[in-house]
Every structure is written in structure tokens, then in C-alpha cells.
């Protein structure tokens, strides 16, 4: 299986390694819940640095759909952090997916960005109060320039 977990009191890591299906991740998710009891909030880092997990749609869903019963009594927030650039695509299609589930989740290419998402004061915040955020590729926007009229 390509994933490995850490727990450090409310928050995991999970390293996604190689390749995997959605029941190795439900697996994994499943066992890090049952680390938990009550209703602390709890934070995930799931760090892909080239993995070759590439769900369709319909494996989304399913996976979104998982994590909504794993989690369905404890607040939870999920940060997916990435390098391929598939990944952050499919990862903003998971965001899609988590907010129709009212799951709080969102995919990030800079890991202080993704730390500072699931910062403990974030956890208290319900997925459907947050603002989805895209984060911009490694390369700065080309800026725009007005024309001049009259010139």
C-alpha cells in the first residue's frame, strides 16, 4: 500500500506514496478515526509529492462519500499538498465534491499554505463558511497592462 500515517495530537500526516485505490485511503482514514474519541478537531496534511493516484469521478465521490461516514461526528479538515500538476487538478475536483458534502478540504502547492489552513482555529470553521482559494502555480500572474487611450 502507498500510504503511511503519523499521528501528533490532533494532527496527521499521511504520505501517499506510489500507488493506491480509494479503499487503501478509507482504510488508512478508517484507522486514524478510531485513534479518536469525542469531538475534537482534528487536522490532515495528505502530502503527494508524484503518486500515480489518478481517481476518475465516480471514484471521488466515493472517496468524499467515505470520509463523510468516517467523519460524520468529529470536525475534520483536509489538506491535500501536491507537486503534479494532475494532482491539483483532481484535488480541486475532490474540493468540489467535499463541499457538496459539507466536508472541509482543500489542495494547496506550498506546504506553509496548507499548514496554515488547518491551523486548530480553521478546524472550528464549517466547510460551507470557508472561502475556497485557489493557490496560483509556482509562477507569478503575467500582469495586465491597460491600454493608454489617446496615445
Known amino acids: 500500500m502507498g500510504l ?8 496527521i500526516t499521511v504520505i501517499a506514496e506510489d ?7 478509507h482504510a488508512a482514514f478508517s484507522k486514524i ?3 479518536f474519541d469525542g469531538s ?6 495528505i502530502v503527494d509529492h508524484g503518486s500515480e493516484f489518478e481517481p476518475s469521478w465516480e471514484e471521488i465521490q466515493e472517496l468524499v462519500s467515505g470520509w463523510g461516514a468516517i467523519f460524520r461526528d468529529l470536525p475534520v479538515r483536509i489538506a491535500l499538498l501536491i507537486d503534479k500538476d494532475i494532482h491539483y487538478g483532481l ?3 475532490v474540493a468540489v465534491c467535499a463541499e457538496q458534502h459539507d466536508l472541509s478540504f482543500d489542495v494547496f502547492r506550498h506546504g506553509l499554505d496548507a499548514l496554515q ?3 486548530k482555529d480553521a478546524c472550528a470553521t464549517p466547510a460551507r463558511n470557508r472561502r475556497t482559494r485557489a493557490i496560483s502555480p509556482s509562477r507569478p500572474p503575467k ?4 491600454p493608454q487611450l489617446g496615445a
Request: glycine share 2%; charged share 25%; aromatic share 12%.
Open 91 to 93: 484535488g480541486r475536483m
Open 4 to 11: 503511511t500515517y503519523s499521528i501528533e495530537n490532533e494532527f
Open 143 to 146: 500582469s495586465r497592462k491597460r
Open 19 to 25: 500507488s493506491f485505490s480509494v479503499s487503501h485511503v
Open 40 to 45: 475534537t478537531p482534528i487536522a490532515i496534511l
Open 117 to 119: 489552513w488547518l491551523s
Open 33 to 35: 478515526r478510531s485513534e
